[in-house]
């Protein structure tokens, strides 16, 4: 997985505030190989989830961090001059600003992102 038209990408917000969020059934109606999904806005922040498996394209956000929390599955990051990061459930990082990473995934993952609203989830 290289292409980023093989991502499939969601920007708007799939809930609002005083709802249910089944976060589990998204995840399995999932058949993507890359999908990312916002869930909800909470003031100039967003709470995405991510359902991947595969590898990400290189990239950065410029002006803001990046959070991944790993619900279920194993998430890898590698990160520019640095020591790749693996996570399992229940685990996160944060990313900052700038530093060009991306996310290596060897199985079926469920990943929750925090970040800043108007990102853009293939970078800067």
């Not at 093989?6 to 089944?22: C, V």
């Not at 909470?42 to 790993?70: N, T």
């Amino acid at each position: 997985m290289s292409q980023e038209q093989d991502y499939a990408i969601h920007y708007a917000p799939l809930f609002t505030t005083l709802q249910t969020m089944d976060v589990q059934a998204l995840i399995d109606q999932v058949d993507d190989p890359w999908y990312n999904q916002t869930l909800i806005q909470i003031g100039d922040v967003l709470v995405r989830l991510g359902v991947m498996q595969g590898e990400f394209h290189w990239h950065k956000h410029d002006e803001q961090d990046e959070f991944f929390f790993v619900l279920d599955g194993l998430f890898r990051i590698e990160i520019e001059g640095r020591d790749t990061v693996e996570l399992g459930p229940r685990q996160a990082y944060s990313v900052p600003a700038g530093m060009l990473h991306r996310p290596v995934v060897p199985v079926r993952s469920a990943v929750l992102m925090i970040e800043k609203a108007g990102v853009v989830a293939t970078g800067d």
